[in-house]
């Protein structure tokens, strides 16, 4: 089966009706009398006719089905950690998230899913995660046909069923890659949201727990989506005090279904008025003769 990256997409074509009103053929005009006066015609604006036409409506704005981050109102933050479960390192992680009483969402591979169930069943029954899995660190999408990713997809899908009772909602795709044809099929036929992040310790190269900790701190937001993986020993030593100086911080933890949930409209910045204006507005008024000391 050919690499579906190099199928053509198929062209999205707007139509457009126009009417066209049969004109009628003028009247014969009567001969003007010799000593008539004739009032002058009124003026019409050249922009009449365009300002008469309807104008045509947008076409409505599709929800968006990928997120780095979240436009919140608020200090809400979601920590994520890939790969998992890990049944040296995610019952650990488990224990630590419980004791801060932090959600969190995790993104699984659905052999380890299918290896290790009952972690996964611990995580969901403690509210930690409603999320979805990746198809695999060892495989990018493009180099897998469309059917390759969608009987992935399905395994990993089936596998967190038969662990947690449910399908998942959310997909991370492997190194983030995905175009958009690939989450448009994906979110189409699975219903997925495909997250990525905004804030990457690059924990996968094992820096170690000081470094991963403060490239977290460094690095968060308000709405932030944050990288880390549970299948890396430094990853896991980071977390208590990376969740202990986020706290400090004001930020609060919620799973990215919740941040998604409270997405606020980007308010967009007023226009900078021109330096005379603002220099007029912060210059001090003349003081008037009468004040003392004028």
Same mark, same amino acid.
């Given at each position: ?14 139509? #457009?009706?126009?009417?066209?009103? @049969?004109?009628?053929? &003028? ?6 009398? /010799? +000593?008539? %006066?004739? =009032? ?40 994520? #950690?890939?790969?998992?479960?890990? @049944?040296?390192?995610? &019952? ?6 419980? /004791? +801060?009483? %932090?959600? =969190? ?190």
């Amino acid at each position: 089966m050919p690499n579906y990256r190099l199928l053509l997409g198929c062209a999205a074509t707007l139509s #457009f009706t126009v009417a066209l009103a @049969a004109q009628p053929a &003028p009247a014969t005009k009567p001969a003007k009398p /010799a +000593h008539s %006066i004739e =009032a002058a015609p009124k003026a019409v604006s050249p922009n009449v006719e365009k300002e008469a036409a309807p104008k045509t409506p947008a076409p409505p704005k599709e929800p968006a089905i990928t997120f780095n981050s979240v436009h919140v109102d608020g200090p809400y933050i979601a920590m994520t #950690f890939d790969d998992g479960p890990s @049944a040296a390192l995610t &019952p650990k992680l488990l224990d630590l998230l419980a /004791a +801060h009483h %932090i959600k =969190a969402t995790f993104f699984v591979i659905g052999e380890n899913v299918a290896e290790h169930p009952e972690i996964v069943a611990r995580a969901a029954r403690e509210g930690r995660t409603k999320s979805r899995a990746t198809v695999g660190r060892t495989l990018t999408l493009a180099k897998m046909s469309q059917e390759g990713v969608r009987s992935q997809l399905q395994r990993t899908d089936d596998a967190i069923k038969s662990a947690i009772g449910k399908s998942p909602t959310l997909l991370r795709p492997p190194y983030g890659s995905i175009t958009e044809r690939e989450k448009r099929w994906i979110h189409d036929e699975f219903g997925y949201d495909i997250i990525l992040w905004d804030v990457d310790p690059l924990d996968w190269k094992r820096p170690g727990p000081a470094v991963v900790r403060n490239r977290i701190l460094k690095e968060t937001r308000p709405g932030s989506i944050v990288l880390s993986h549970d299948i890396h020993p430094g990853t896991v030593e980071a977390m208590p005090s990376t969740f202990d100086e986020l706290e400090a911080k004001g930020f609060k933890f919620v799973t990215v279904s919740e941040l998604l949930g409270m997405a606020t409209p980007v308010t967009p910045h007023p226009k900078a008025e021109p330096a005379e204006k603002t220099a007029a507005k912060a210059a001090p008024s003349a003081v008037p003769a009468s004040s003392p000391g004028g």
